[in-house]
């Protein structure tokens, strides 16, 4: 599993020309799920996105996470992530991505252990295989790239 983690000031996730998503201080996620990642890689990650320290604290210093500054998390699924880029040529090869059934509900999974362990309110998503547009406003920027 592969999360590429954004602090963000604001973004939001729009199908179909409406927005059905929308977070403003918090973090944006994009997760990719591989082949055989598992609930334990989905519960790794799950901890280390709500703990991740990338906020400033009084002093400036990057030490609190969003839990701390009750931030929310926007989560979008993103098979992109899971590249094979060791072959010759400059098309993307998607071969190390889980087939969709199992990748999203290793998706539903993560969003699900992440609004029991910091907050239903505050945990926001996508829609998986969705065409979407994502709107950003990078802090920072800050980008975390996480993978288990």
Sequence with gaps: MIAVVQ???GSNVEVDGKI????????????????GDNENNADFLSNKIINL???PDENGKMNLSVKDIEGEILVISQ???CTDNSKSGNR???TLAEEP?????????????????????????????AHMKINIINDGPVTIILEK
Aim: aromatic residues 16%.
């Design 53 to 55: 320290r990338i906020f």
């Design 101 to 129: 059934e199992r990748a999203n509900e290793l998706y539903e999974y993560i969003i699900g252990k992440m609004k029991n362990d910091y907050s239903e309110d505050r945990i926001f998503s996508g829609v998986f295989s």
């Design 92 to 94: 993307p090869g998607f």
């Design 7 to 9: 602090r963000v000031t």
């Design 79 to 81: 098979f992109t992530l």
């Design 20 to 35: 059905i998503s929308r977070i403003s201080n918090g973090i944006l996620v994009f997760l990719g799920v591989k082949k």
